[in-house]
């Protein structure tokens, strides 16, 4: 039998019952999705695209870095649940919060977030930028593998990045909170072959 992927704009408004945070962590606890990779957006449960030996290494090496150059300044968190909203509980690869313990909520404040793209640039771009511009997110890195580029937005001004700039091989950036932190993106990208 097909499953058929609805058209969202067909369905009427107000019919749609999207989840709350709250509701997808008690489905997740309960296995409902079992090893499905999926993260919670907007209300919407969504698959996560499965990642490669790229993906894995570029979320290896920058959570590496930053947690080696952070020390206990603060804490580095790799694809973990990060509480964003009611309705948003996304799954970042890596995000770097205050040095606080988080025993009984996942964080809800990062000063960086990072999203390491293959696949899912296009949704990087649109959807979780326009997250992550609306809540507690002081920065947003998207690390491009496939074009070996990081793409930087920053200064949040009503939902919005009012900055956007990519950086490629034989630049470097460094996070707003720790201008001290440098990140060479050769270091995070695939080497050119």
Same mark, same amino acid.
């Given at each position: 039998?097909? !499953?058929?992927? #609805?058209?969202?704009?067909?369905?009427?408004?107000?019919?749609? @019952?999207?989840?709350?945070? @709250?509701?997808?962590?008690?489905?997740?606890?309960?296995?409902?999705?079992?090893?499905?990779?999926?993260?919670?957006?907007?209300?919407?449960?969504?698959?996560? #695209?499965?990642?490669?030996? @790229?993906?894995?290494?570029?979320?290896?090496?920058?959570?590496?870095?930053?947690?080696?150059?952070?020390?206990?300044?603060?804490?580095?968190?790799?694809?973990?649940?990060?509480?964003?909203?009611?309705?948003?509980?996304?799954? #970042?690869?890596?995000?770097?919060?205050?040095?606080?313990?988080?025993?009984?909520?996942?964080?809800?404040? &990062?000063?960086?977030?990072?999203?390491? &793209?293959?696949?899912?640039?296009?949704?990087?771009?649109?959807?979780?930028? @326009?997250?992550?511009?609306?809540?507690?997110?002081?920065?947003?890195?998207?690390? =491009?593998?496939?074009?070996? !580029?990081?793409?930087?937005?920053? =200064?949040?001004?009503?939902?919005?990045?009012?900055?956007?700039?990519?950086?490629?091989?034989?630049?470097?950036?460094?996070?707003?909170?720790?201008?001290?932190?440098?990140? &060479?993106?050769?270091?995070?990208?695939?080497?050119?072959?």
């Amino acid at each position: 039998m097909e !499953t058929m992927q #609805p058209d969202v704009e067909l369905i009427p408004y107000g019919e749609m @019952r999207r989840l709350t945070r @709250r509701e997808y962590e008690r489905l997740r606890a309960e296995h409902f999705f079992g090893n499905e990779r999926v993260e919670l957006l907007f209300g919407t449960v969504v698959t996560m #695209p499965p990642v490669d030996s @790229r993906h894995t290494e570029s979320t290896y090496r920058l959570h590496a870095l930053l947690a080696k150059k952070l020390d206990a300044r603060a804490r580095v968190y790799c694809q973990s649940a990060f509480a964003a909203a009611d309705d948003s509980e996304p799954q #970042p690869d890596v995000y770097v919060t205050a040095p606080a313990s988080h025993w009984d909520d996942n964080p809800s404040r &990062a000063h960086l977030v990072v999203e390491i &793209a293959n696949s899912s640039l296009r949704r990087d771009r649109i959807v979780k930028a @326009r997250l992550y511009s609306r809540v507690d997110v002081e920065e947003y890195w998207i690390v =491009d593998i496939n074009a070996g !580029t990081v793409e930087v937005y920053r =200064d949040q001004d009503a939902g919005q990045w009012r900055t956007i700039t990519t950086h490629r091989r034989g630049e470097t950036i460094s996070p707003l909170a720790f201008p001290d932190v440098v990140i &060479a993106v050769s270091e995070i990208v695939p080497p050119i072959d």
